[in-house]
């Protein structure tokens, strides 16, 4: 068994966007208190299709190994903007 846990933490929104918009915000919030929050791999889901689910941030691989921290979907060049990339 892995020594590590992962939380699945539900919280409802009303439609798709404000999901993706409270989880961006979550994860960068709870990214700040631990270096153990991985905001790359977040997702969000309708209640009731929970096996569909939809990326909050690229994630893409940047030179450098960085990683893309706009959120999904975006248009614009990928980027580091955001300093969320847990350092530990």
Request: aromatic share 6%.
């Amino acid at each position: 068994m892995s020594d590590r846990w992962v939380i699945h933490l539900p919280i409802t929104a009303p439609d798709l966007l404000r999901a993706r918009v409270f989880a961006r915000t979550a994860a960068r919030l709870l990214a700040r208190l631990s270096a153990r929050v991985e905001p790359g791999g977040v997702t969000v889901s309708a209640e009731d299709e929970q096996n569909v689910r939809h990326w909050v941030f690229c994630d893409r691989l940047l030179s450098g190994r960085a990683r893309c921290t706009l959120p999904a979907d975006h248009i614009s060049p990928c980027s580091r903007r955001d300093r969320w990339i847990s350092r530990g």
